[in-house]
């Protein structure tokens, strides 16, 4: 009788052991998957520029690396004596670009070179102007002063964080309106936000102009008309949809 009890004993311990290493089967249903809607809005804001940077500079050319740099450092020194006189703060001019290299010398008439060079300095001011009403007195002067290239000047509002906000509300609201009218075309129900991103694109209008040292540029008072800038922020958002 207890070698039977034994037998019967180690047979159960087997099965126990059998059941451990069998597989696994939880008795649960699978959640569902969520069904999501994707809808871009967009919002704007129009603003009136307040500010303006511009890149202002000096390119000589001569036939030797010396005299070219001793040339451009001249009416370099001139051009920034000039943007301080007319009240721009010494923090709002930063050099951007100083520049040396040679340039060979070509036959007219072949179109060879003739084994000669020149050397061309290129010096490139930063400039942030703050009274955009000056502006167009302010490019006459420095070309006055022998400023000779005035590449993009680009205009921005200084203080535009509370538009661009409005803006972001306004591309939410916008991209609630499409996913709503979506889903009741559909027949269908708008669930939570699933997820969200955003871009803002801020542009800025440029105008590109070269001057000449005292030529036609600085004949007249350049007119500059800033306009109106466009701020528009686009949203992308995933609704769950039922």
């Known amino acids: 009788m207890k070698t039977r009890t034994i037998i019967v004993a180690a047979v159960a311990l087997l099965a126990l052991v059998l059941s451990a290493c069998g597989p696994t089967t939880i008795n649960q ?17 129009f603003l009136v520029p307040d500010i303006a940077y511009i890149y202002v500079g000096v390119h000589t050319e001569k036939p ?4 070219a740099m001793t040339e451009n450092n001249s009416q370099t020194e001139k051009m920034i004596a000039a943007l301080k006189d007319f009240g721009v703060d010494a923090k709002d001019i930063r050099t951007t670009n100083f520049s040396i290299w040679p340039m060979d010398k070509y036959d007219p008439q072949s179109g060879m070179p003739t084994g000669e060079k020149t050397y061309s300095v290129d010096n490139t001011v930063y400039v942030t102007v703050r009274e955009l009403d000056k502006l167009g007195d302010l490019l006459d002067t420095v070309v006055e002063a022998g400023a000779n290239t005035v590449n993009s000047i680009q205009f921005d509002v200084a203080d535009k964080d509370e538009a661009i906000k409005s803006a972001r509300a306004e591309a939410v609201k916008d991209a609630e309106t499409q996913a709503q009218e979506l889903a009741d075309a559909a027949g269908m129900s708008l669930g939570e ?4 991103s955003f871009y803002d694109s801020q542009p800025y209008p440029m105008f590109e102009g070269k001057g000449g040292g005292g030529g036609d ?10 306009g109106q800038l466009t701020f528009t922020v686009t949203v992308n958002v995933t609704y769950a949809i039922k």
Not at 32 to 42: F, H, K, L, P
Not at 64 to 67: G, P
Not at 220 to 226: A, R
């Open 64 to 67: 030797s690396a010396s005299e």
């Open 29 to 45: 249903e699978a959640p569902a998957s969520i069904r999501t809607m994707n809808v871009a809005g967009t919002g704007q804001a």
């Open 193 to 196: 936000v699933q997820s969200i």
């Open 217 to 226: 540029l600085a004949a007249s008072t350049v007119p500059i008309q800033p």
